[in-house]
């Protein structure tokens, strides 16, 4: 007899040693995670939940609990990708201490992999720390969404004297132990160089192709998101037209009495 055996969940360690870009996707759901885990070698659940579920503006008034609800349940999807959460604006920036509270009772809660936390140089000290006592971290620089009001709003950045400074950031943020770092919305000369100078996994998301793996929020890449589009989406579906179709054929059934119709009823009588 045959035993079944379960795959092997990625962690922070094979994720790093992948000779093949890493496959990278947002979910926040557990039908969800169950579609796209079989592809994905990270699944993050991103605080960009805000906005692709709840509506928001910004990342900015995403909770704790929120993030560890959205977490338990893609854990529960998930079979296979390690697990990343990330850490909500104002839960990790106030002290080292701080950030490992938060980080302790998301991954206690939710079995997740990784923690990930915006930030650079300033943010060096808390990764160290975090580290040190046995939570893996993915750093995250460039443009950074929990810093959009510093930022001028969502740009693409690098360009100019920034590009030394997100340099920095990079090379802060490997140092302080960080296995793997986000590059978001930055210049491609400038992701490209930071992925050959650092020793740690870079993740692009309108970065570089020369980043060690690439990440889109999933509802982007199906065509389930269309508040705005950034020039770094490639929409790999357009499921967001085929639910409005489908609704669509519904609401006329449901209007011209066509549906339920006889195979959707229990004890209706014949004819």
């Known amino acids: 007899m045959s035993k079944h055996v379960a795959a092997k969940r990625h962690t922070p360690r094979s994720l790093a040693a992948l000779e093949t870009p890493v496959v990278a996707l947002t979910a926040y759901t557990t039908p969800m995670a169950k579609l796209l885990d079989p592809h994905c070698d990270l699944l993050l659940v991103g605080d960009s939940l805000g906005m692709v579920v709840y509506g928001m503006d910004s990342t900015l008034g995403v909770s704790t609990d929120m993030m560890i609800a959205h977490g338990q349940a893609v854990v ?159 929409r790999f579906g357009n499921l967001g037209a085929e639910v409005d179709k489908a609704a669509a054929a519904y609401a006329k059934a449901v209007r011209s009495r066509e549906f339920p119709g006889p195979e959707q009823c229990v004890g209706m009588p014949k004819g």
Do not use: N, W
């Open 76 to 234: 529960r999807g998930s079979q296979q990708a390690c697990v990343a959460i990330d850490l909500p604006f104002g839960t990790y920036q106030q002290s080292p201490q701080q950030a490992f509270q938060t980080s302790a009772g998301i991954m206690a809660r939710t079995g997740a992999g990784c923690v990930k936390l915006e930030g650079g140089v300033e943010m060096a000290e808390t990764i160290h720390f975090l580290t040190q006592r046995g939570i893996p971290v993915i750093g995250h620089i460039g443009l950074k969404p929990q810093a959009v009001h510093t930022h001028g709003g969502f740009r693409t950045v690098g360009r100019g004297d920034e590009a030394e400074q997100i340099m920095q950031d990079a090379q802060a943020v490997a140092e302080a132990g960080a296995f793997a770092i986000v590059i978001e919305s930055t210049m491609e000369p400038v992701a490209r160089a930071i992925s050959e100078a650092v020793p740690v996994l870079t993740i692009g998301i309108g970065a570089s192709p020369a980043c060690g793996g690439q990440v889109l929020v999933g509802e982007d890449m199906l065509g389930l998101f269309s508040d705005f589009t950034p020039r770094f989406v490639k």
